[in-house]
């Protein structure tokens, strides 16, 4: 950690060492090239489990996150925990030049623009692999490298609707909707992440890096799941939006209580009987319509709602308390708050308060895999833009105070 000389602002807590050191990624280093989500969340992954992460934003505007909520906040973080940031123009050959000897000094380089976009600074892969050919590259695009559609521009929404989820999301009989946070973009991190990993796994046989395209539309498709496998070995259409409740097993869905809302399932008929005893029904364990599973899906609505009848009688809490110990799955219905402040996600770990240099002490949701022998965390806050540039380029490119002055003075630098 790199602490600020103004009075005024916080300074972050210290890093642990030790506990670096001990991290899988520990010693690789990443260019972060990425604004907005897929990419940023893909190099926090990868700060989160021990790289050193040089995120490389605009001098003046930085991230395009740096402007979006929350509005209660005084700063915005984006996903830029456990990162370095510099501000560097690379519009003009200086910039580039530092970031071609920054290459040659990372393991990792991630970007998401468009196609071609980079080529005309010199900062394509088929450059930057001549420079550092063990360089690990990757690209996350709206619709990946190739194809008719690669030239347009990705957004999550947009590809959720294109590409079948918005279409399977939602209630029964309302219109598509997307998922509540931005899934598509979120998944393709991980899937980049993840090869990325690959790459540096096989980069110690062969030495070289290589060339990784990932897209969200790819992810998406992907993330299909068992809808799409069901689609391609039936050929028929999909059964359309399901809400909360699944389209081959009943009862199996959120339902209203007296005061919120509770998920149960009778997920067989073992399950469905216990469900039955339980909510004060025993005589529906042998109500010849609802006996089977397919009973019960032939005759949904009509069990539906005399489930939900029965739910409405008491609050979530009370059912929790008389569920507990059934061995049946149920679960309340948390809104944000609920879930930030559950009890199990504070005894999990998920929830780790820093000291960030502008907001003074900030909570921020923790690392979610846990190891038996390292302990990934957030080690350093959100950076502010451009809190490490002179850092870097005294420590990786031995640049003197002049020389950064200098490119303070011709804007290519913060």
Known sequence: MFHR??????????????????????????????????????????????????????????????????PDAPYTDGVNRNKKSIGLSFNNPTGVSILHKLVQKCDVLVENYLPGSLAKYQLDYQT???????????????????????????????????????????????????????????????????????????????????????????????????????GLISGKKDSGRWGTAHASVVPYRAYQTK?????????????????????????????????????????????DRIIEDELKTKTTQEWLEIFEGSGIPYAAVNDI??????????ARNMIEEVVHPACGPIKLVNHPVKYSRAKPSIRSPPPLLGEHTEEVLKELLDCTEVQIEDLKKDRIVS
């Not at 708050?337 to 504070?346: A, F, I, R």
């Open 337 to 346: 708050q609920g879930t930030l402040n559950h009890e199990h996600v504070l």
């Open 5 to 70: 000389t103004d009075p005024t602002r916080i300074t972050c807590m210290p890093v642990d060492k030790t506990s670096v050191e001990k991290l899988p990624l520990a010693g690789i280093r990443v260019l972060d090239m990425t604004r907005v989500l897929a990419g940023p969340y893909c190099t926090q992954i990868l700060g989160d489990l021990g790289a050193e992460i040089i995120k490389v934003e605009h001098p003046t505007r930085g991230d395009d996150t740096r402007s979006w909520g929350p």
């Open 259 to 303: 005061d919120t809302n509770i998920a149960v399932g009778g997920c067989n008929d073992k399950l469905y009987g216990i469900l039955c005893d339980k909510i004060g029904r025993p005589e529906w364990r042998t109500d010849v319509r609802f006996i089977t599973n397919a009973l019960r899906v032939e005759n949904r609505d009509t069990l």
């Open 128 to 230: 930057l692999s001549k420079i550092n050919p063990s360089l690990i590259y990757a690209s996350i695009t709206g619709y990946g490298q190739t194809g008719p559609f690669s030239d347009r521009a990705g957004y999550d929404v947009m590809v959720e609707a294109e590409m079948g989820l918005m279409h399977i999301t939602g209630e029964r009989d309302g219109p598509p909707v997307k998922v509540g946070v931005a899934v598509t973009d979120l998944s393709t991190g991980m899937f980049t992440a993840i090869g990325v990993l690959a790459a540096l796994y096989a980069r110690k046989e062969t030495g070289l890096g290589q060339w990784i395209d990932a897209s969200l539309s790819d992810c998406q498709v992907a993330n299909l799941a068992n809808i799409a496998s069901s």
